[in-house]
DNA sequence: GATGAATGAGGTTTCATTCAT
DNA sequence: TATGAATGAAACCTCATTCAT
């Protein structure tokens, strides 16, 4: 069992290079993380309780993390580099002609609530340090709705609006979109279905980008 | 109209009524509370920072409210009495005919964004207090947003447009405006002026509302 | 097999097992509370004191104990543990026949006076819990006077004593006995030397045990 | 109704005599004290809590009592005052012979199983205060066992026991007949009815003070 | 690598107590 | 007399963080 023999050359005191056991507590932290974050405001998820649901100890912690900010943005950054280049590709993978614009509008409707639906907490917590100014958050929220954002102004810009604004109704749609998408349970308890949500997001998408009214109806 | 009223006793801490001396107290605090809310994450703000900012001692704090999320409550509540009606009044006050249409989406749009510059921090934290699961915030929040988001209903039902889901789409605009607002700031630094936005804004609204193009290309 | 074992989580904050340097420093603290204990009244023991006391921090304190209630308890119930089996074996010890009975009856009575000068502060914490209520201190009063007060109910029954309420008889007894040990001072100060009061202390053991009259007089 | 003309002479600043409304608030304080005595432990009996209980604040307590412990300590008094005696007097209202001793014993045991019945709470706190090392309560102690004590001791000399120890036998009887009075409760729920203690008691009483068995037997 | 243990630091709360009205 | 209000002072309790093993 103690064949720890590994890393090989330097053995140096401070941060060396992961090592298979390493690997494994680290992941073991940043899953940890995930759950409590999932079931604790933000400012509720503590290093002691990480490391208890981690099953290691807070000094153990600190071998990884140097805070739980640090900790939540790993998790942060992983998720956005998986998520932002998805939702592009739905915007992307499709000429939005007046034919085929309205399955792709549903298409990235039903993308961003599937999102949001999976990383809900991630995702708010995302918003909340960019809001209070935190440049780290700002730059992984860039990368993360920045994608689709580039990729309706690409459209735009290919289909040649007239006179458009094509950054600002960019902005707008992914606005709109993650805001639909985070807040669609309280939307539901309103008076709006998701089938009924999705259908208005993809309209808003549709007549935006295309400028002209969905087929749909 | 100055009817300080109610104050069923559900609140504080004490019972004996008010009183001139403690209701000027209790201004102050809840005054501190919203100058540190606009400076600090909400997590930092603390009990002690508020009195010390009001000028009283923390036993003073607690004899007004039992926690700093009462505090920040009661301010919410205010806001939201003051800005609900408001913002639903702007979406009341227009027969959103092709012709007077335009004008006020302009308006709405107008208003969302003049309400969120004036009251980010608090709006903020109802968002972030909501989505947490708090249930006082987010009947607060539903006064706040259900008020122009009825009013969004109550127009869509009089133009009678055909098969509308006038609840999705009333949520949908909502959102957007809402995010949009929030967000301006992004935004801008992204590559939307403000007054791109708002128009991107207004042609969306207009579009949802009216079902046709706005006038103004 | 990396079985984290279970360790019933009732007790203390932390879960994890002891240790050899955790074990010491939980004793410092018992033995500190004893200390403090002997010195004031119960309501005026502090956390703070008792860490400066056992020569650690607060925070030391409650990684071993949730309050104060509970390190007292620890030593109330360690007090118990080696109390109630005495007092009771002093009871058992003899055949209570006219003869030796006398005798035992006086072993009985010192018995309590000492250990009720060497555990006066906690034999005073426990009843003062109990009486407020408290039911783990109930069951450690149990424990500790309901060993002698079951082996005076055995003794009565193996004499067989006539138309006998052993257990009303075993309760007053040893309440009697508690009762005086507990002020032989005040007692003294009052009137009666501790000899004459070891004297009718035993006189009523005997008589009620044995029914006869003791021969001393 | 306003006629408070009263207080004739001086109308000093700081205590003077009574007065009508004084006298009323006083009392509701006292009274106030012994309700929350009564579901509360001692140390849990705040000022606050009494003006409340009280219809009063806080200040107004101060007029009356400087702390908890003298409003106690007056309650305490009134007791003591009337129950003293009165145990007293259950034990002067016999000759104690062989024919009526019996009786008187029981009359004794019942008096003062009703007395602790009725006044659980204030008489545990004087035994807490006076093993504390409190006077005040001590002397008040003093009075309220000190008088069936005495009483005891009386009738002893009166019969002319033998070479007795009067005092330590009534100190013996006093111990006993409170602490059963004070733990009823808690010996019947371990196997001890009230009627078999009462009759315990009066056993031991009577054997005590006459020397003889009870003739119930 | 991992972790028992310890603790400084800081915020939270509670109360007794005091005034000015 | 009575009491709104305010608050100093004292505990409480929790954590992040650090060592030594």
Redesign the pocket.
Known sequence: MSDEV??DASDAVID???????Q??RRRLLDATMVLLEALPYR?V???DIAREA?????????YF???EEAVLAIADEMASAVGPLLASLVSSSEWTDSDGWAAALRVADGFIAVWDAHRSVLRLIDLATDEGDTRFREIRTRLLGAPAEAFVAVARRRGVDGGTPFADAGVLVSMLAHVAAHREGLEHWGATTAELRHSMARVIFTTITGSTPPSL
């Open positions: 590994v890393s060396r290079p992961p090592g298979r056991r390493g494994l507590t509720d503590k290093v002691v099953g290691t100890s807070p000094a153990t912690f600190y071998q140097s805070d739980v």
